[in-house]
């Protein structure tokens, strides 16, 4: 079965710092730009970042730029999330969104639009 799996989420206090990771099952990324998404109770799914399959382009929301750093490993077959300076804001199911983009050089960084895959979602609670 082809799906995304994401990892990395839980608790941790405000002020610090999580690494999720997203990593295909039965298929490889070096073709995929990738997504993150993250979506708070009673809240709409929202871009957070994107890395196009190249790894040459990224984009992040304006709430994580400068905290968060996406990044890709396709040695590894796994696509990062650095999340660093985290906020109680930032409390949400992060997910990770695959799209078959082997020569766009640019990511897709929206809810609207059609990818090939979907992961389950990672639970990212800050609090103290």
């Known amino acids: 079965q082809l799906q995304l799996v994401e990892s990395g989420g839980g608790l941790v206090q405000p002020g610090g710092s999580l690494r999720l990771s997203c990593a295909p099952s039965?298929?490889?990324?070096?073709?995929?730009?990738i997504g993150w998404f993250r979506q708070a109770p009673g809240k709409e799914r929202e871009g957070v970042s994107c890395i196009s399959s190249s790894g040459g382009s990224t984009n992040y929301a304006d709430s994580v730029k400068g905290r968060f750093t996406i990044s890709r490993d396709n040695a590894k077959n796994t696509v990062y999330l650095q999340m660093n300076s985290l906020k109680p804001e930032d409390t949400a199911i992060y997910y990770c969104?695959?799209?078959?983009?082997?020569?766009?050089?640019?990511?897709?960084?929206?809810?609207?639009?059609?990818?090939?895959?979907w992961g389950q979602g990672t639970q990212v609670t800050v609090s103290s």
């Open positions: 969104a695959a799209d078959f983009s082997p020569v766009r050089a640019m990511c897709v960084m929206s809810t609207r639009y059609e990818y090939n895959y």
């Open positions: 039965g298929f490889t990324l070096d073709y995929y730009a």
